[in-house]
């Protein structure tokens, strides 16, 4: 993983999965990787990234709780808001499926959701296995506004963004405070 990038990094999330992110209610990533990943398919490349809400795939049923709402594809020109940073404290491979169901508590996604993206196969990806990533999230003091590019659209987990303002770390704040996020980090055994 690479820390504070140069341009800085957006991770591709579900508008809803981001709002659980900036709520507290969900402290991991699971991913498995988009169509347009390359040919050695998706790894946590980044440790620190900014959370960029996607509107596309996001179905009520591929969530167990959270509100999705039902809008159209982001268009060129559209207003971009971004609200969180994420910073990645461990990455790993689970190709247990018995790991992988014991996280349920630490996300938002169906089981179905979950096991489908597990099974999944191509893209450089093996069938029955998933990356799990523990991330600590930080609320911008002001949503940081850009106009959409279509650089930042397809089927992949990372895009370069435009330089985000300049104080924006110094000024922003954790959603969980050190100790309700360290019990989390302590609960999860699938980290180093």
């Not at 795939?57 to 268009?75: S, T, Y």
Request: proline share 6%; with cysteine; charged share 25%.
């Amino acid at each position: 993983m690479k820390s504070h990038e140069n341009p800085p990094i957006g991770f591709k999330e579900w508008q809803v999965v981001c709002d659980a992110l900036a709520s507290g209610r969900q402290s991991i990533l699971l991913r498995k990787g988009g169509i347009h990943e390359g040919r050695q398919g998706f790894s946590f490349a980044h440790d620190s990234s900014f959370l960029f809400p996607t509107r596309f795939h996001a179905l009520g049923d591929q969530v167990r709780e959270g509100e999705v709402k039902v809008l159209p594809e982001w268009q060129l020109g559209d207003e971009i808001r971004i609200t969180h940073h994420a910073e990645a404290l461990w990455a790993v491979t689970l190709a247990d499926w018995s790991q992988v169901a014991a996280l349920e508590s630490y996300h938002i996604y169906s089981q179905a959701t979950v096991r489908d993206r597990f099974d999944w196969e191509g893209k450089g990806m093996a069938s029955g296995s998933i990356h799990v990533a523990l991330v600590r999230i930080r609320e911008l003091a002001e949503p940081w506004i850009f106009p959409y590019e279509a650089g930042f659209g397809g089927c992949r987990s990372w895009i370069k963004l435009p330089p985000p303002p300049s104080s924006w770390m110094e000024s922003s704040r954790p959603v969980l405070d050190d100790d309700t996020f360290q019990q989390t980090a302590r609960e999860l055994h699938c980290g180093p």
